[in-house]
């Protein structure tokens, strides 16, 4: 029964990371199921306060970096409020065109698109392009690191603690 419960730990982490790529699987539910697996699934398994405190202070700042990130790189780039929302709508359709490379294609010709039906500046739009793709990239970097780190913490506790 440990080596079940331990492979399906395993197993949500990996879940979890392959959100990072494939967006409409959420990461942040599966890394926590595995942290509730454990806590439920041992008899000994109790991870510390300090853990949970930690697990919920980075799952909020993951929430919260992903659309400052996306906001700030779009903006910065010189894209509107409907190019970070065609980024957004672009990524979840990018899901199913041209798995994984459709969730960084499908945005930056949505961003593209919409900046060019809005003021066709083409340098303008290329920008803002590239803005979304930058965002997306460096908001994807950000959370596996975070993802890491909270593996890393978990295993620690888990298992040296």
Request: with cysteine; glycine share 6%.
């Amino acid at each position: 029964m440990t080596a079940l419960l331990w492979i399906l730990i395993l197993a949500s982490f990996l879940v979890s990371f392959i959100g990072l790529i494939k967006p409409i699987i959420p990461s942040l539910p599966f890394m926590w199921l595995g942290f509730l697996i454990y806590q439920f699934g041992f008899q000994n398994g109790h991870l510390s306060w300090i853990f949970y405190l930690a697990m919920i202070v980075f799952t909020i700042f993951m929430l919260v970096a992903d659309f400052i990130m996306n906001k700030y790189f779009v903006n910065k780039f010189g894209g509107s409020k409907k190019s970070e929302w065609a980024a957004l709508l672009g990524v979840i359709v990018g899901c199913f065109v041209f798995p994984p490379l459709g969730i960084i294609i499908i945005p930056f010709v949505a961003v593209f698109v919409v900046e060019m039906i809005q003021e066709p500046n083409f340098s303008n739009a290329l920008s803002a392009s590239f803005g979304s793709l930058i965002a997306f990239l460096a908001s994807t970097i950000a959370q596996a690191l975070i993802m890491i780190i909270m593996v890393i913490w978990f295993l620690v506790d888990a298992l040296i603690i």
